[in-house]
């Protein structure tokens, strides 16, 4: 997967997060690039949910794009 591909890939990864966690502000989401913990701990005072809910979710979401990237 070549640098453009990435960018691609995580733009992508961020219209979901905005799609399903709506109160998230754009620099809410750009902390996640690299500080998933930190993004965890965003969504969880936002909106109550547990770390491993929030884990499920963005593991579900992984899953999701690398199965659309094989297609």
């Not at 997967?1 to 620099?27: H, P, V, Y």
């Amino acid at each position: 997967m070549n640098k453009n591909q990435i960018a691609g890939r995580w733009d992508q990864m961020k219209g979901k997060i905005k799609e399903k966690r709506g109160e998230l502000t754009d620099d809410d989401i750009a902390m996640a690039e690299g500080h998933r913990d930190q993004f965890i701990g965003k969504v969880r005072a936002k909106y109550g949910d547990t770390e491993e809910a929030i884990r499920r979710q963005m593991d579900d979401w992984d899953r999701e794009w690398d199965g659309a990237r094989r297609n």
